[in-house]
């Protein structure tokens, strides 16, 4: 039986090994070394000149990758800094009293360093490094891990809040607390189930799905044009037309507009219940049916002072747009000023079609296509 192994994505498992390239620029990653080194070097010379000895431990190289280049990294944070190199390094010392510079203390020391950070929310990769130096080095003295452990950690967490935040990055960056498991969302949900750590901090996960999604929306409505969404079966009416036919219209079809073309379909206007409700007057909540049947039944006679027509109180300006027009250049008239319908015209300014409010929401909620 033949078989092969893939990952997840469907890729050939072996392709899991090759690194993916990093979605940050130049500068950004000129801005993370610079960090590093400053951060470093800081830290180096106050250590010395407190007469640490020695002045520099080798794990705060890898805390220094993670505060200046990953600064939005949950494992970054200053407490996670601070407490996981410091603790860490106790359990180390801890360990080489119990078992000395062997490899079952090197093992465990680390094991514990990790169940601690954990425990104390100050998870820090480099953490099992400080732990694991110390029985590397046959460290016993607890004072070490005041000098230089603890000085180096708060010094160079120091210098991570003061050049990321003068490099427009939000140092320490706030990590919001997991809600209880009545108020969780579909993201808290999610990540309850994936039920590992990650390295991104959960508001920013939100911030980048939220991101993405809106980016997926604004691709598809670029190449989506008005004769993709709009309605194709009107009810329209004429200049002349009356007012109880078209009035009946709009109740039986439940619709709140009435396009009134020509005899060769051309736009002549529009006719809406807010053009119904002026014509009747209905300023005042006094008598609205009386009001109304008053203005859509017809009087009969061949003069008459009130309107007769839809002609008569319909709007003559009237928007329109091609059917060819993009979608996503009809939104801000929907959102911005008060449109409700805009007739679709085709060939020969020909009305094809209708959008509305209606159709330009189903367009933003349909899911958009995967890429």
């Known amino acids: 039986m033949h078989s092969s192994v893939s990952t997840s994505s469907g890729l050939p498992w072996w392709k899991a090994f090759w690194p993916a390239p990093q979605a940050v620029d130049a500068r950004e990653r000129l801005r993370g070394m610079g960090g590093a080194g400053i951060g470093l070097l800081v830290t180096a010379l106050i250590s010395h000149f407190a007469g640490a000895s020695p002045w520099l431990v080798a794990p705060m190289g890898a805390s220094a990758v993670l505060v200046f280049a990953v600064p939005a990294s949950p494992l970054a944070q200053p407490w996670a800094v601070v407490g996981g190199n410091t603790l860490s390094a106790l359990v180390g010392v801890a360990c080489m009293h119990w078992g000395g510079s062997t490899e079952w203390a090197a093992a465990l020391a680390v094991a514990l360093a990790i169940g601690l950070m954990f425990a104390l929310r100050c998870l820090h990769p480099p953490g099992g490094a400080s732990a694991l130096l110390m029985v590397l080095a046959g460290v016993t003295d607890p004072v070490y891990v005041l000098f230089p452990v603890l000085l180096n950690s708060v010094l160079l967490a120091a210098v991570g809040v003061v050049y990321n935040n003068a490099t427009g990055r939000r140092y320490p960056h706030a990590q919001l607390a997991v809600l209880p498991p009545k108020a969780q969302d579909d993201l808290d949900a999610v990540l309850a189930r994936y039920n590992q750590v990650l390295d991104i901090s959960r508001d920013d996960l939100q911030s980048l799905l939220e991101e993405t999604r809106s980016q997926a929306y604004q691709r598809r409505l670029s190449d989506v044009r008005c004769s993709d969404v709009m309605s194709r079966n009107l009810v329209t009416v004429e200049f002349g037309t009356p007012l ?119 367009a933003l909620v349909t899911p958009p296509p995967a890429s």
Do not use: N, Y
């Open 244 to 362: 109880e036919e078209a009035w009946a219209l709009l109740r039986e079809r439940r619709i709140k507009a009435l396009p009134v073309v020509d005899r060769l379909f051309r736009i002549v206007g529009i006719v809406t219940l807010a053009d119904f409700m002026r014509a009747a007057e209905l300023d005042f909540h006094e008598g609205l049916g009386m009001k109304m049947r008053r203005l859509v039944l017809g009087s009969g006679r061949t003069h008459s002072d009130k309107p007769e027509v839809v002609g008569q109180i319909m709007t003559r300006t009237v928007r329109v747009a091609s059917q060819d027009r993009k979608l996503v250049d009809l939104v801000p008239l929907f959102g911005s000023t008060g449109h409700h319908h805009i007739p679709i015209l085709g060939e020969r300014e020909r009305l094809v079609g209708m959008i509305t409010q209606s159709d330009v929401v189903a």
